[in-house]
């Protein structure tokens, strides 16, 4: 059966843009363009988040639809845990949707999919050609998130006497400490995915100057994920041992602890771009900051910084709307309104695109800009990648430092599902 009909998503990022495309400040969603050619209906799976909700994907596609008498955009939300499951189990029913949003292209999916190298204008999406698949582009986005980022609380930090925000790990676990003797908790974590992708996103610059080729080395044996990330797992260990970070934050939904940063009970808060958009939304009587994740000692900051596709769209080459299904996708990666509007609404990024900045934007803009490299980021995308349901098993192990595992022990456990799983 089809999932309810439901309109929600994720938004998305960008850079390396050279299409000129002009924004409006308001992001609003104009009556623009796309028009002619097929009717019927398209399905898309979308992920679900806190800043994309149905109404906002309603209003997003709705100016496509009126430019295209006869096309119905049907939103499609995930029936599982995820889109990942949830695409498995329409592909598995004989049932997909004709586009899916949020999954990057790997070797298992990617017979199934449209091949889209051959389309002029894919080729400056943002990140198109890192994120391709042996040569081919399977991935266009909207824009770039950027990863590796640490929010702060200014007050915060003056009250714990920090007047420069830390440039390396040494000098954050130094900063973390006079956060906690000024009666804050020093970093705001919780359960669910956060806990896992913090400290990926946190070691993103240090991991990508210590071992370059990492994804590569990792498949050709010269190094493990375990063995390369053992020195963080330790670090992360030693702020838990200090209280640094709450050892009861499993318990605690991603939400609510964005929730809990926001209301000034943290020091810092390690997250993607999108939070700006959170930040933006709420009521506050602090101001937040944001600097790019340390490097380790003796490394040169800023480093790479971490960065994913923003709203990743794949078309399926099963659909039976090819040309329809493509012409949308065409249009919410380029078409001017439908680019804003996405960036906007979950606080992303792209080179060459104007819209209405909040003071944080400005700020992760500027770390854009300064980043002398983009790396990717966790399970990666492209051709540097770890095998698919890495960023889900890397969670999983890191949470075992909660619960009395050792660094080594989660760092073999690691290696152990890496192997198991690489093909």
Not at 235 to 264: C, M
Request: net charge negative; charged share 20%; proline share 6%.
């Amino acid at each position: 059966m089809r999932p309810a009909r439901t309109r929600g998503g994720i938004a998305v990022l960008g850079a390396l843009l050279s299409l000129t495309l002009a924004g409006c400040g308001g992001g609003g969603f104009a009556d623009s363009g796309a028009a002619g050619g097929g009717t019927g209906s398209i399905r898309i799976l979308v992920n679900v988040t806190p800043n994309l909700t149905q109404d906002f994907w309603d209003r997003l596609v709705a100016p496509f639809e009126k430019a295209n008498p006869g096309v119905d955009v049907v939103i499609e939300a995930p029936s599982g845990k995820g889109v990942s499951d949830t695409l498995q189990q329409q592909l598995a029913a004989g049932d997909p949707p004709d586009v899916v949003e949020t999954l990057m292209a790997d070797p298992t999916l990617a017979p199934q999919l449209v091949d889209l190298t051959g389309e002029d204008w894919v080729k400056n999406t943002p990140l198109a050609q890192e994120a391709s698949l042996g040569g081919k582009i399977y991935n266009v986005g909207v824009g770039e998130q950027a990863q590796s980022l640490v929010f702060y609380n200014k007050t915060a930090f003056t009250k714990a006497g920090i007047t420069t925000p830390p440039s390396t790990l040494d000098e954050m676990t130094q900063d973390l400490g006079k956060l906690k003797t000024a009666g804050y908790l020093p970093l705001q974590t919780s359960g669910d995915f956060a806990t896992g992708l913090q400290l990926l996103q946190l070691t993103d610059p240090a991991l990508a100057a210590a071992t370059p080729q990492f994804y590569q080395d990792v498949r050709a044996g010269k190094t493990t994920v375990g063995k390369a990330m053992l020195p963080y797992l330790k670090l992360y260990q030693s702020w838990l041992d200090q209280g640094y970070v709450d050892k009861n934050a499993l318990g605690l939904k991603y939400p609510d602890a964005e929730t809990a940063f926001l209301q000034g009970k943290a020091g810092m808060f390690v997250m993607g771009s999108w939070f700006t958009a959170s930040e933006a939304k709420a009521k506050k009587d602090f101001e937040v900051g944001v600097f790019a994740a340390p490097v380790s000692s003796g490394q040169k900051s800023p480093g790479a910084q971490g960065a994913t596709m923003a709203a990743p769209y794949l078309i399926m080459k099963s659909t039976q709307h090819r040309d329809l299904a493509t012409k949308l996708v065409r249009w919410l990666v380029t078409d001017q309104q439908a680019v804003v509007a996405q960036l906007k609404q979950d606080g992303n990024f792209r080179t060459g695109v104007q819209r209405e900045f909040t003071p944080l934007e400005q700020q992760v803009q500027k770390i854009l800009d300064a980043a002398p490299a983009k790396v990717a980021q966790g399970e990666g995308y492209g051709d540097s990648t770890l095998p698919r349901g890495f960023n889900s098993a890397w969670n999983t192990e890191v949470q075992g430092l909660y619960i009395g595992h050792s660094p080594e022990t989660v760092a073999d456990a690691v290696d152990r599902w890496v192997s198991a799983h690489a093909k």
